[in-house]
């Protein structure tokens, strides 16, 4: 807003100026007439003063204007004349005759006898003289001036009331033009922009039409890069998102294939229970538990009977079939009370945390019982353990736990197999 009033100002100068310029120019062409006019009145004002003069003095008609023919015998009435014009701020007067033009000015104030000792050379010649007068240009000048104060002061009012007309106008005029359009911006919608009207009263106006094209080729040039934007925007989204959803499956891949490898490098193949690397390392946990915790940590070691037979007698697909059989079935009796595990080949360990050496003794007593019930595809096949328990002792080491238990199997192997050989420490041993 503020650069359209210094816009307004700009245009009201130049109006002005040229307005001022011209009326200068006219003033002074009207100037220039009046001062021929002033002069030429004076003139005439003059000869009327000089013929009333005559008039008054002579006491007879005189015919022409602007000049008196005075004989010698009238030289009295033309010094009296001549002193009048004085009085009356006339400046020039001059003396004429047929071959002679003569200032008589400075012999008016002079002494009356040095006049008339000048004026008498024409009347002795005998001549007709013509009195002719102007007025002193001071006179005409004053005039002059008090006419060009008039004028100036006229131009101004005129050149004051023009500007405010102007100002009102222009700054009017801009804001409603303006107004129009800010009315159109204000309710623009950029996804779907309308054409830019204004305000139909201004667009005779080139200058307006301009700015309006203008304005409304940068809007839809606004609009298309906004479309092309939002198409770009939602283009990326669905790239972003395939490689999302593309990154999540080949994350899932990879939780899947690293389930699946913690479980083939902590679980027996064939039996599906933990191997033997992953029952060591719990082992190990459970001992040192125990021992901080000292609670009750029994363990199973479960070896199978004659089981080169089945694998001889039935073949080793069976024998390997009796193996998962029967980790299930310790599985099945263990349950969540403790650890299932392949020991190696046909042997199983199981780990008891939290129960002592009774519970330990029934629990396998319990899978003794229910392999020599179990019946597998082949009813031929019968199947037996020898199991040796053991429970850690106050202060024992894992080792010697397992070597204990170990004992205690190979000693229920040697002396008859399928049965439960129970060491409790260094000096008991019990069978059941
Ligand atoms: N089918 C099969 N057989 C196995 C597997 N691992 C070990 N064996 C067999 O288990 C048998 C173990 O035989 P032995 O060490 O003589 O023991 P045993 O025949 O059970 O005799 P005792 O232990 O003295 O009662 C061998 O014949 C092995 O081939 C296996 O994964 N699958």
Redesign the pocket.
């Known amino acids: 807003m503020t650069k359209c009033v210094r816009f307004t100002h700009f245009v009201a100068c130049n109006i002005l100026g040229c307005y001022v310029t011209i009326s200068v120019i006219v003033y002074g062409a009207l100037l220039f007439a009046y001062h021929a006019e002033v002069q030429e009145k004076q003139k005439r004002q003059i000869d009327n003063t000089i013929y009333l003069l005559i008039q008054q003095i002579k006491g007879s008609s005189v015919t022409s204007l602007g000049s008196t023919d005075l004989s010698l015998d009238d030289s009295g009435l033309f010094f009296e004349v001549c002193h009048q014009l004085d009085r009356e701020g006339v400046k020039g007067i001059f003396l004429q005759s047929a071959d002679h033009y003569t200032p008589i000015l400075d012999h008016i104030n002079k002494e009356t006898s040095a006049l008339e000792t000048w004026v008498y050379p024409f009347s002795a010649r005998n001549q007709s003289m013509r009195l002719s007068a102007y007025v002193s240009n001071d006179k005409v000048w004053r005039v002059f001036i008090h006419r060009l104060l008039w004028y100036m002061g006229l131009l101004f009012i005129q050149t004051a009331i023009i500007y405010l007309l102007l100002y009102y106008f222009v700054v009017r005029g801009l804001g409603m033009a303006v107004s129009g359009i800010q009315q159109e911006l204000s309710q623009m919608n950029l996804d779907d922009p309308k054409r830019l009207y204004g305000n139909a009263k201004f667009l005779r106006f080139l200058e307006y039409q301009w700015i309006l094209n203008g304005m409304n080729k940068i809007i839809h040039g606004l609009a298309a890069s906004r479309r092309e934007l939002s198409e770009l925007n939602s283009q990326l989204e669905e790239k972003v998102a395939q490689k999302t959803q593309s990154l999540e499956e080949k994350n899932m891949t990879l939780v899947q294939l690293n389930k699946k490898l913690y479980t083939l490098a902590n679980t027996d193949s064939?039996t599906q229970v933990y191997n033997r690397t992953r029952f060591d390392l719990l082992f190990r946990e459970h001992v040192a538990m125990a021992e901080h915790k000292e609670t009750y940590l029994s363990l199973l070691l479960i070896?199978?009977?004659?089981?080169?037979?089945?694998?001889?007698q039935f073949?080793?697909?069976?024998?390997?079939h009796?193996?998962y059989v029967t980790a299930k079935l310790l599985e099945s009796v263990v349950m969540n009370d403790g650890i299932v595990a392949r020991w190696?080949?046909?042997e199983f360990a199981v780990l008891l945390p939290h129960i002592a050496i009774d519970q330990a003794q029934h629990i396998a007593e319990t899978l003794r019982q229910h392999l020599e019930e179990a019946s597998f595809d082949d009813p031929a096949i019968h199947i037996t353990m020898?199991v040796g328990v053991s429970q850690l002792l106050l202060g024992e080491s894992g080792m010697s736990l397992l070597k204990r238990t170990d004992a205690a199997m190979y000693q229920a192997?040697n002396t008859g197999?399928n049965q439960v050989i129970v060491d409790t420490g260094p000096d008991e041993k019990g069978i059941s």
Not at 315 to 320: P, S
Request: hydrophobic residues 30%; charged residues 35%.
């Open positions: 064939l070896d199978l009977d004659n089981f080169k037979r089945v694998n001889d073949g080793h697909q069976v024998g390997d009796v193996l190696g080949g046909e020898s192997k197999r």
